[in-house]
């Protein structure tokens, strides 16, 4: 049965003195957790190439009592840890790296390069965290299977590949991960924060996270010399108009209100100053949280483009192609009742003025992925501090920004950042598998 962590714990503890018990274990784990965490952040690896980070996760997840199931959607790693009746809660840490060339100056800073999926040679940083979140399940692990006492059900450690090239969810979910292991009745996961200091708990019931399309745009036109302009269908143009034309879906389309970003990241098109091209290509990211506002959006993207194409006079067969591609990440949204109660148990560890409610994103998250699988399975993203407190403040009181995440300049405070996930994800645990005082 399950109990908040406001009352009487198991064999008779108050709340406090289970507290006192987690971070004695973290205590006695954190100086291991440490150098963990510098091995995977200066051994970072690309999406779906996560082969050496899933073989030390499962190693360490086997370690600490799980049985192991490595390769679940490609390098995707299963840790199952069983102690008696009771439900069943996913904890999810994702553990892919990104093509960026870090830049932090610290003594465990990557140097790693690799080929990207194109056969490039890339520089690659854990510059989104995914090495704390490694480092945070592991520590949850282990410390959980040494209180055995305080908690009954089933717990399944999530190793997930390919977060950031999107994907790395859906295949583990593809690959039966719902059918080969308990499903889960409750879905979990930590992300490090840049904008939060180290010790404080950011929560975000509903949307956390927006619907990510990937929009690719083939402006088609009739080429020709760069002083003949009559003599063409000048797609540079064309693309041009159309551009500043989506920009009207947000403004005059979508009702106020409703979140929608409509971003032109890339444009490329023709080969020299003097030569009009036959074609030019757009790429888009397209960003919103409810699935109507969504379609709505990828319809005018099509509706738009073909109506400027038919207006510059561009024949009917060679219209703009619009394709959206398989880059697709669905919203977050955090179950509002299972947040709350989250937010309630966690207060008792931390004190209510280190947890702070946080505004929704527009950036993407495949977590989402696991809370999509009918029946849906409730599921909840929080995300932990990691900036140093004192850079914090200067940082608000001059008005200079700190790296964000995805920068390489950006790396979170190790301490009390890995003491403050493992703390929390073990909470939640505890406030949905706590055993009730007999």
Known sequence: MMVCLTAVCACGQSPASTQELVQSHLAQEYPSLLELYKHLHSHPELSFQEVQSAARVADELRKAGCEVTPGVGKHGVVGVLRNGAGPTVLLRADMDALPVKEQTGLPYASSVTAKDAQGNEVPVMHACGHDIHMTWLVGTARVLGQIKDHWSGTLIFIGQPAEEAVGGAQAMLDDGLFKRFPRPDFGFALHDDAELAAGTVGYTPGYSGANVDSVDITVHGVGGHGAY?????????????????????????????????????????????????????????????????????????????????????????????????????????????????????????????NLIRKPPSMGGEDFSAFGRTEPKVPICMLNIGGVNPEALKESQRTGQPLPSLHSPLWAPVPEPTIKTGVTAMTAAVLELLGKRAE
């Not at 108009?241 to 023709?270: C, D, F, K, Y």
């Not at 290509?281 to 038919?310: D, F, M, N």
């Open 229 to 353: 302009p009559h003599k063409t269908r000048d797609p540079v143009v064309l693309a041009a108009q159309i551009v500043l034309a989506l920009q009207e879906i947000v403004s005059r389309e979508v009702q106020p209100g409703e979140p929608v970003v409509v971003t032109v990241g890339s444009i490329h098109g023709g080969t020299r100053r003097n030569i009009i091209p036959d074609e030019v290509r757009l790429r888009l990211t397209v960003r919103s949280y409810k699935e109507e506002v969504r379609q709505q959006t990828l319809a005018a993207i099509k509706r738009i483009v073909r109506g400027q194409a038919l207006a510059a006079g561009i024949p009917e067969d060679r219209l703009p192609e619009v394709n959206l591609t398989d880059e697709i990440t669905p919203a977050l949204y955090n179950d509002p009742k299972l947040t709350e109660r989250l937010v309630g148990a966690l207060k008792a560890w931390f004190g209510e003025a």
